[in-house]
């Protein structure tokens, strides 16, 4: 007996991501954002990664690939997931308030050239945006990563916005994760050079 084959991913939603990778391989703040990571952890400072949900997770996976190696084995970069450390959330959220979860973090851990890197699939996080406001506040290079709602970041604002051209929160994530592969990579053949394993 013949089994039928079913196929399981819509066309139309393969089709929507090459767009939207299209759109980003052409977006210069992709470049920019590559150059301002690679020159900051070129001269000492760190990364500080933030994020809720999916975006807390991408942010941690993020940070790991630059602390331990992203292709090649190499010197450690030094990066912070801040929505990892479940005893400073908790207790800000519990002590403060949740909205203040990153910028109390990015208050007590950020020196003026550090990168903190913000990630909202909605662009409107309220702990994200404080996250980055402090950060700019601290001397910090001020980066987010959105979907097409992008005027609360403007209004931070930040020095570098990659906006992907959507407003549906699982196609927002992916081209996030697939933006962070990419910039990982740059990042460590900036700094490093070398081959894959």
Do not use: W
């Not at 994020?51 to 992203?70: C, D, M, P, R, W």
């Not at 912070?80 to 403060?96: P, Y």
């Not at 203040?100 to 851990?109: K, L, T, Y």
Request: aromatic letters at 6%; proline letters at 3%.
């Amino acid at each position: 007996m013949r089994i039928k084959t079913m196929k399981i991913i819509d066309p139309e939603k393969i089709q929507c991501r090459a767009r939207l990778l299209a759109g980003l391989n052409e977006d210069p703040q992709v470049g920019r954002a590559i150059d301002l990571l690679a020159e900051a952890l070129r001269n000492g400072r760190k990364v500080l990664v933030f994020g809720n949900g999916g975006s807390a997770t991408q942010s941690s996976h993020f940070a790991a690939e630059l602390v331990n190696k992203f292709y090649f084995r190499r010197q450690a970069l030094p990066a912070l997931a801040l929505s990892a450390d479940m005893a400073s959330v908790t207790s800000i959220a519990n002590d403060e308030e949740f909205a203040a979860v990153f910028s109390r973090q990015v208050e007590a851990f950020t020196v003026a050239g550090d990168v903190a890197l913000g990630i909202t699939t909605s662009g409107r996080s309220e702990n994200v945006l404080r996250g980055l406001a402090k950060a700019r506040e601290k001397g910090a290079v001020t980066m987010a990563l959105a979907g097409s709602r992008t005027d609360e970041l403007q209004a931070v604002p930040v020095d570098v916005l990659v906006a992907v051209a959507d407003e549906d929160t699982p196609t927002i994530q992916e081209m996030h994760l697939f933006l962070l592969h990419i910039i990982a990579e740059a990042v460590e053949k900036k700094l490093f050079g070398g081959n894959h394993d």
